[in-house]
């Protein structure tokens, strides 16, 4: 079985060609076939044949050679999930991503899709917590069961034991009662108030309690997920299908409000920060807390320890999702508070529990961008701490952008990465004399322009600022911009959007590691340019990408150009000729 997992846009084949073909043999052109007539519809495949052959990576599709013509293939398709009483191991990441999309497809009308992420983590969290058991059975055969759950609640990222009632609570012990099913879920919140705190919340907002309604729906979802045993699989991977879910309803979610940072932009801020062993970083605006999981997952591939993560976000039932985000990528160190950061920095308390500062090593954020209207003055001046981080004045109210950033800058100790939107760099009046003091006291280290069309909700491209309270000496009085406009692929599920591969990735992480000039790429700007240009940070001012040149065949050029002479000369002439005669009739 292939390894690297099925990206959507092939999951889909899959399902259209099962639907035509089930399990007789087709050749590639029959294949061809019905995949165009889906073009109508919404879905776009050219290349079939790199379909079919990602299909067959993943064990999803069998190949071989005709017996009629040997040069042709004939290609039939696998099963999509294990058959009962089949031997196999585990699922392939692209065969557990297409479970998670047959998920989605039964709630589709009918259920918030974050029920399916509910699922998915209490599944994941049971089969994990059933493995801790097993495990401790080896340890101490001669214990009573009763035992082993204790001192598995002790072991196991959270309990899904309940000792005061003498009652387990995972998925397996109460899948055969609906009522009894969804009340567990409920009881494992109320006993892990510490990592779990919002989710009788979450459970409500979302409609969960009301799937007693929807029988048909949740008796197909525990279906589907009990087909998987979840302690198969590292934390890293389930808490990749956590986010799939996330991202896969982000474009829908978009529409309504909620925003999404894509794990690409994640990732390449985890490059840009690399955080050290015993850190604390926060995320004032976290979201689903995708942000803070990239750096842990960098930090943890680079042999870092100790990390510690702390988010704060104003939306409950998203601050819930995020609870469950850090469960599943299995960090024990993560705490998330629920408020809103401008107003009321509730992280600042659990940061003094690490750190006696109350501030962060770390900063990672892309907060709400161009808030109207909400972070007047007035309204700012609420914040308890406001005379120490508004320093450099009060934005507009038309935009909170800059007050994030001075948000930012304060509970910063070492460096700080935060998307925005491209207009913070160059827009006049408060923001400007704001921007003017960030440069002039050499806060900022680099900017990074973005690509279009990289963000869900946006089509405007992003920029990612990056502060250092410690920059190295070379680096003093400077910014490295980074014209990354050009730095992308298009988006691998949906067509209107692009996202960064692993290649544009490693090119801008390790031009600002560098802090390379390369031409029409980046340039390393003294401040005082910087002033001249009346602190406008536009990256484009600075740096501007390379246009493809069109090629030039001099010597076709050559021709065209004698035959329009030609052609130039002849109508010269014909004029002239009528001219002539009219002049004749007048002489």
Same mark, same amino acid.
């Given at each position: 079985?292939?390894?690297?997992?099925? #990206? =959507? #846009?092939?999951?889909?084949?899959?399902?259209?060609?099962?639907?035509?073909?089930?399990?007789?043999?087709?050749?590639?052109?029959?294949?061809?076939? @019905?995949?165009?007539? #889906?073009?109508?519809?919404?879905?776009?495949?050219?290349?079939?044949?790199?379909?079919?052959? +990602?299909?067959?990576?993943?064990?999803?599709?069998?190949?071989?050679?005709? &017996?009629?013509?040997?040069?042709?293939?004939?290609?039939?398709?696998?099963?999509?999930?294990?058959?009962?009483?089949?031997?196999?191991?585990?699922?392939?990441?692209?065969?557990?991503?297409?479970?998670?999309?047959?998920?989605?497809?039964?709630?589709?009308?009918?259920?918030?899709?974050?029920?399916?992420?509910?699922?998915?983590?209490?599944?994941?969290?049971?089969?994990?917590?059933?493995?801790?058991?097993?495990?401790?059975?080896?340890?101490?055969?001669?214990?009573?069961?009763?035992?082993?759950?204790?001192?598995?609640?002790?072991?196991?990222?959270?309990?899904?034991?309940?000792?005061?009632?003498?009652?387990?609570?995972?998925?397996?012990?109460?899948?055969?009662?609906?009522?009894?099913?969804?009340?567990?879920?409920?009881?494992?919140?109320?006993?892990?108030?510490?990592?779990?705190?919002?989710?009788?919340?979450?459970?409500?907002?979302?409609?969960?309690?009301?799937?007693?309604?929807? *029988?048909?729906?949740?008796?197909?979802?525990?279906?589907?997920?009990?087909?998987?045993?979840?302690?198969?699989?590292?934390?890293?991977?389930?808490?990749?299908?956590?986010?799939?879910? %996330?991202?896969?309803?982000?474009?829908?979610?978009?529409?309504?409000?909620? @925003?999404?940072?894509?794990?690409?932009?994640?990732?390449?801020?985890?490059?840009?920060?690399?955080?050290?062993?015993?850190?604390?970083?926060?995320?004032?605006?976290?979201?689903?807390?995708?942000?803070?999981?990239?750096?842990?997952?960098?930090?943890?591939?680079?042999?870092?320890?100790?990390?510690?993560?702390?988010?704060?976000?104003?939306?409950?039932? /998203?601050?819930?999702?995020?609870?469950?985000?850090?469960?599943?990528?299995?960090?024990? !160190?993560?705490?998330?508070?629920?408020?809103?950061?401008?107003?009321?920095?509730?992280?600042?308390?659990?940061?003094?529990?690490?750190?006696?500062?109350?501030?962060?090593?770390?900063?990672?954020?892309?907060?709400?961008?161009?808030?109207?209207?909400?972070?007047?003055?007035?309204?700012?001046?609420?914040?308890?701490?406001?005379?120490?981080?508004?320093?450099?004045?009060?934005?507009?109210?038309?935009?909170?952008?800059?007050?994030?950033? #001075?948000?930012?800058?304060?509970?910063?100790?070492?460096?700080?990465?935060?998307?925005?939107? !491209?207009?913070?760099?160059?827009?006049?009046?408060? $923001?400007?004399? /704001?921007?003017?003091?960030?440069?002039?006291?050499?806060?900022?280290?680099?900017?990074?322009?973005?690509?279009?069309?990289?963000?869900? !909700?946006?089509?405007?491209?992003?920029?990612?600022?990056?502060?250092?309270? !410690?920059?190295?000496?070379?680096?003093?009085?400077?910014?490295?911009?980074?014209?990354?406009?050009?730095?992308?692929?298009?988006? =691998?599920?949906?067509? *209107?959007?692009?996202?960064?591969?692993?290649?544009?990735?490693?090119?801008?992480? &390790?031009?600002?590691?560098?802090?390379?000039?390369?031409?029409?790429?980046?340039?390393? @700007?003294?401040?005082?340019?910087?002033?001249?240009?009346?602190? +406008?940070?536009?990256?484009? %001012?600075?740096?501007?990408?390379?246009?493809?040149?069109? $090629?030039?065949?001099?010597?076709?050029?050559?021709?065209?150009?004698?035959?329009?002479?030609?052609?130039?000369? &002849?109508?010269? +002439?014909? @004029?002239?000729?009528?001219?002539?005669?009219?002049?004749?009739?007048?002489?």
């Amino acid at each position: 079985m292939g390894n690297k997992g099925l #990206q =959507p #846009q092939f999951v889909k084949a899959y399902e259209i060609l099962k639907e035509a073909f089930g399990e007789r043999d087709f050749t590639l052109k029959e294949a061809e076939e @019905v995949l165009k007539t #889906q073009k109508g519809k919404g879905y776009a495949f050219a290349n079939v044949r790199e379909i079919l052959a +990602n299909l067959q990576k993943e064990g999803l599709v069998s190949a071989r050679p005709s &017996e009629e013509d040997k040069r042709k293939k004939l290609y039939k398709l696998n099963e999509l999930f294990p058959i009962e009483g089949e031997e196999k191991d585990k699922l392939s990441k692209g065969e557990l991503i297409a479970l998670l999309k047959r998920g989605a497809d039964i709630i589709r009308t009918s259920v918030d899709y974050k029920v399916l992420a509910i699922l998915l983590f209490y599944k994941a969290v049971s089969d994990k917590f059933n493995q801790t058991v097993e495990e401790l059975k080896k340890i101490h055969p001669n214990w009573d069961t009763e035992r082993l759950y204790i001192l598995a609640n002790i072991k196991f990222p959270i309990k899904l034991y309940n000792p005061s009632e003498k009652k387990l609570l995972t998925w397996h012990a109460t899948q055969n009662d609906n009522v009894e099913f969804i009340n567990a879920l409920k009881k494992v919140g109320e006993i892990n108030k510490n990592k779990l705190s919002r989710l009788d919340y979450l459970l409500t907002t979302t409609g969960f309690y009301k799937l007693l309604e929807h *029988r048909e729906i949740l008796e197909k979802l525990k279906e589907l997920f009990a087909r998987v045993d979840f302690s198969k699989y590292s934390y890293d991977l389930l808490g990749d299908a956590y986010e799939w879910i %996330l991202n896969y309803f982000a474009p829908q979610q978009a529409k309504e409000g909620e @925003v999404f940072t894509p794990i690409e932009v994640g990732k390449l801020i985890s490059h840009l920060i690399d955080a050290e062993s015993n850190s604390v970083i926060l995320d004032p605006a976290c979201g689903s807390a995708g942000l803070l999981i990239e750096q842990h997952k960098r930090a943890t591939q680079e042999g870092r320890k100790n990390i510690s993560l702390i988010g704060q976000e104003r939306n409950e039932t /998203i601050a819930g999702l995020a609870e469950m985000n850090l469960i599943l990528h299995g960090i024990v !160190n993560g705490y998330i508070t629920v408020g809103d950061s401008l107003l009321n920095p509730l992280f600042e308390e659990k940061i003094k529990e690490l750190k006696p500062s109350g501030k962060a090593d770390y900063v990672v954020a892309n907060p709400p961008w161009n808030q109207k209207g909400v972070y007047t003055e007035e309204a700012l001046k609420k914040n308890p701490k406001c005379d120490e981080i508004f320093t450099f004045g009060y934005p507009p109210a038309q935009s909170a952008d800059w007050a994030w950033m #001075q948000l930012i800058n304060y509970y910063t100790e070492k460096k700080a990465a935060v998307v925005f939107d !491209n207009g913070i760099l160059f827009r006049g009046g408060r $923001e400007k004399a /704001i921007r003017e003091k960030f440069v002039k006291n050499d806060l900022i280290e680099a900017i990074i322009l973005l690509p279009e069309k990289i963000f869900y !909700n946006v089509a405007a491209p992003g920029v990612i600022i990056v502060l250092n309270k !410690n920059k190295p000496s070379e680096r003093k009085e400077k910014i490295l911009f980074i014209n990354a406009s050009n730095e992308y692929v298009p988006h =691998p599920e949906v067509r *209107r959007l692009n996202t960064l591969s692993e290649e544009n990735i490693k090119k801008i992480a &390790e031009t600002y590691r560098g802090f390379k000039e390369i031409e029409c790429f980046s340039r390393a @700007v003294d401040i005082r340019e910087i002033a001249e240009n009346d602190y +406008n940070l536009n990256v484009s %001012l600075y740096v501007s990408p390379l246009e493809d040149e069109e $090629e030039i065949n001099l010597k076709e050029e050559y021709e065209n150009l004698k035959k329009l002479k030609e052609e130039y000369e &002849e109508l010269y +002439n014909r @004029v002239e000729g009528y001219i002539r005669e009219v002049l004749e009739l007048f002489d």
